[in-house]
């Protein structure tokens, strides 16, 4: 195996955690201000398959003894989109209120960005599904694609479901964020 891949794919995961560390401060700071936390199950549910996901992908890897090839390039490609994506979603749209978990603030308006407006759910379909397709192609680790995608794909429509729920029932009725 090119140890760069594994490189590769251990910066990845550092850069999840660091986010995560982000989520952490955060989901502190909104339940101490008045917020909630809803589809616990869900999220626990995501955590445990994007955890599978990174290790099944890095053991594929190394089976596979996989090396730096342009299917890798254009998945580690798509996965600086990915926390491109991300870093934007979390440094410029949504600040102090982003979490991993599903979670809502005290008073929490609606943002009226373009992204939300056009894309509604662009940490999933901007971050999320770029980071794993990109993974699986740096790792070239079709098996594990084809397995846990699938999966992943039905627990990320439940939440995406709850998250429209939460948006038309909670988040709305607050009013619309003002730049």
Known sequence: MDYLIFILVFCVFILRLYFLK?????EKNILENGGKEYGVNNTKAI?????MFYLFCLFEAIVREVKLDIVSC????????????????????LKDIWTVKLMIAKNHKYNPHFLFRTIKHPNYYLNIFPELVGLSMLCHASV????L???YLIIIYIRIKEEDNLIKNVIIPNGIKEF
């Open 22 to 26: 982000i989520s952490k401060k955060n």
């Open 47 to 51: 955590t445990i398959v994007h955890v």
């Open 74 to 93: 254009i998945g580690l490609g798509l996965l600086l989109f990915a926390f491109f994506m991300l870093y934007y979603i979390v440094n410029y749209l």
């Open 144 to 147: 594990s694609f084809i397995i």
């Open 149 to 151: 995608a699938p999966i």
